[in-house]
T-cell receptor, first 113, second 121 residues
Framework: LAKTTQPISMDSYEGQEVNITCSHN???????ITWYQQFPSQGPRFIIQ???TKVTNEVASLFIPADRKSSTLSLPRVSLSDTAVYYC??????????????FGKGTKLSVKP | DAGVIQSPRHEVTEMGQEVTLRCKPI?????LFWYRQTMMRGLELLIY????????DSGMPEDRFSAKMPNASFSTLKIQPSEPRDSAVYFC???????????????????FGAGSRLTVL
């Protein structure tokens, strides 16, 4: 399994861009990088997934360098409602790795007014 | 689709009682996962099924825990007998075998239910 490391917590203010970086030095060729968001008293919710370069959707962007040993989730202009825990997972169950099923401690993002 | 449906949402029981948690996955999804979340241990994978067959139950804490999936639209997680240390939020999630990522077809993306909060007194 590709071990992931991300900051325990981050603080931000409304309207700022937030970048959360995840390290995954031993990512395998078949592994994808998947990010989830979890609000208190709710299950995790899928945000974005990528394999290389850059992926953007209506919620976030995911930047992946050429060596794929890290990835950065970018949240543009955060609001109070973006306060949540963000998890980075690396793997692909269908590719033989359960890494995309294993949730670490995540990054607790606190957005202040 | 109504998403992943879990019941009960809350359960309070006494030590030694049997607890049954239920899950209805998203129609068409062929993977089903059971997780447990506590403050101390975070989100732990207990067991997962593929096409109703248990694939990996290495996360099940002990023999008091059992899970079944009799058909594609229903799964149960049973704890017998329950203990106070089983108090947690139990999540069910389901996934399609088709991914959503770029490049190839992408990795499985899990859709979680709202969870069942269990308190064992």
């Amino acid at each position: 399994l590709a071990k992931t490391t991300q900051p325990i917590s981050m603080d931000s203010y409304e309207g700022q861009e937030v970048n959360i970086t995840c390290s995954h030095n031993n990512i395998a060729t078949n592994d994808y990088i998947t990010w989830y968001q979890q609000f208190p008293s709710q299950g995790p919710r899928f945000i974005i997934q990528g394999y290389k370069t850059k992926v953007t959707n209506e919620v976030a962007s995911l930047f992946i360098p050429a060596d794929r040993k890290s990835s950065t989730l970018s949240l543009p202009r955060v609001s109070l409602s973006d306060t949540a825990v963000y998890y980075c997972l690396v793997g692909d169950l269908r590719g033989g790795s359960q890494g995309n099923l294993i949730f670490g401690k995540g990054t607790k993002l606190s957005v202040k007014p | 689709d109504a998403g992943v449906i879990q019941s009960p949402r809350h359960e309070v029981t006494e030590m030694g009682q049997e607890v049954t948690l239920r899950c209805k996955p998203i129609s068409g999804h062929d993977y089903l996962f059971w997780y447990r979340q506590t403050m101390m241990r975070g989100l732990e994978l207990l067991i997962y099924f593929n096409n109703n067959v248990p694939i990996d139950d290495s996360g099940m804490p002990e023999d008091r825990f059992s899970a079944k999936m009799p058909n594609a639209s229903f799964s149960t997680l049973k704890i017998q007998p329950s203990e106070p240390r089983d108090s947690a939020v139990y999540f069910c999630a389901s996934s399609s075998n088709r991914g959503v990522g770029q490049g190839r077809s992408g990795a499985n993306v899990l859709t979680f239910g709202a969870g069942s909060r269990l308190t064992v007194l």
